[in-house]
T-cell receptor, first 110, second 112 residues
Framework: SQQGEEDPQALSIQEGENATMNCSYKTSINNLQWYRQNSGRGLVHLILIRSNEREKHSGRLRVTLDTSKKSSSLLITASRAADTASYFCSWRNQGGKLIFGQGTELSVKP | ETGVTQSPTHLIKTRGQQVTLRCSSQSGHNTVSWYQQALGQGPQFIFQYYREEENGRGNFPPRFSGLQFPNYSSELNVNALELDDSALYLC???????????FGAGTRLSVL
């Protein structure tokens, strides 16, 4: 399968805690993106990190990228109940097609 | 709101039937991609259209076909439906060669 791995598959935390999700991919990439999906709806783009960047921030989101390990992580700080969703990493394979990981289902309890 | 609309939102078909799903792109976006998302999985790339031509295809059989119209809206057609075709079908629009895609809310297809 071209899909990468994301872990954990599911994560349950309390409001105010931090949530960390990890993604591993299989090919060389120019950039990697993270998307969020609320309960069977469309995906919403969160953040893009380029292959020459190691870390990027956007509000409460922090993304890291380690191209030597072909891995990325998404950290959500001070989580809120509204952060409850599935989170997917994605990248373009060598054929230019956008590939998605299998996702992490995050549940933030009030 | 991403400006990408899909119709219908839900659809029930029986095995062997044909289905057409529709997508209106965000204004100004000339590229449309279609994805199939099974329950609990990430989206799987079906194909992409740019300037009314198919511009890349994933590992889907020929019974999955598409169209893009001059106004950049798009259709996904699936013939000879199988039970495994039951999934959420997502459409995403973008500018060509731009990485960020804007997704519609999807069409949930159930094949009985």
């Amino acid at each position: 399968s071209q899909q990468g791995e994301e872990d954990p598959q599911a994560l349950s935390i309390q409001e105010g805690e931090n949530a960390t999700m990890n993604c591993s991919y299989k090919t060389s990439i120019n950039n990697l993106q993270w998307y969020r999906q609320n309960s069977g709806r469309g995906l919403v783009h969160l953040i893009l990190i380029r292959s020459n960047e190691r870390e990027k921030h956007s509000g409460r989101l922090r993304v890291t990228l380690d191209t030597s390990k072909k891995s990325s992580s998404l950290l959500i700080t001070a989580s809120r109940a509204a952060d409850t969703a599935s989170y997917f990493c994605s990248w373009r394979n060598q054929g230019g097609k956008l590939i998605f990981g299998q996702g992490t289902e995050l549940s933030v309890k009030p | 709101e991403t400006g990408v609309t899909q119709s219908p939102t839900h659809l029930i078909k029986t095995r062997g039937q044909q289905v057409t799903l529709r997508c209106s792109s965000q204004s100004g976006h000339n590229t449309v991609s279609w994805y199939q998302q099974a329950l609990g999985q990430g989206p799987q790339f079906i194909f992409q259209y740019y300037r009314e031509e198919e511009n890349g295809r994933g590992n889907f059989p020929p019974r999955f076909s598409g169209l893009q119209f001059p106004n950049y809206s798009s259709e996904l057609n699936v013939n000879a439906l199988e039970l495994d075709d039951s999934a959420l079908y997502l459409c995403a629009s973008s500018l060509y060669d731009k990485n960020i895609q804007y997704f519609g809310a999807g069409t949930r297809l159930s094949v009985l």
